[in-house]
């Protein structure tokens, strides 16, 4: 069912369909940045993410954020660490978590998950606990896929 938010991005409202709560027109000019970015990293492998945000204008916080999101990757082990595991502070190339603590995480994840829906599933019935479920096994497919 069709919802109308505000773009986090340019904060118009818009037919939110899922995902990212950002508008056509910003998930078009991200969706471009990224292509010039990976671009950029094609053609110059290793550059370091102060270069790329220099060279292509970009803002390193916004680099960060498809690095966080796993779009993007840091390639080779020199350079300063920009991104730090959010829970164990290890400097890690992709993503908001190191190896080791996503296993961790992982598997305490599945054990809170199977407790919270055995919870909602309780308090208000089936169809509210089914669709969280899926909102689960999306997340644990998008780490798989790293
Ligand atoms: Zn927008
Ligand atoms: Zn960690």
Redesign the pocket.
Known sequence: MPELKNCKRCGKLFNYVGGNAICNTCRHEEEAEFQRIKKYLMENPGASIYQVASELDIRIDKIKKYLRDGRLEIIGDEGLPVLL??????A?KTGK??????RNMSAEFSKTASKIEEKLRLENGHSQAGSIGMRYLLKDDRRKRR
């Open positions: 595991c959010e829970r164990c502070g290890k890690i978590f190191c190896d080791e603590c996503s």
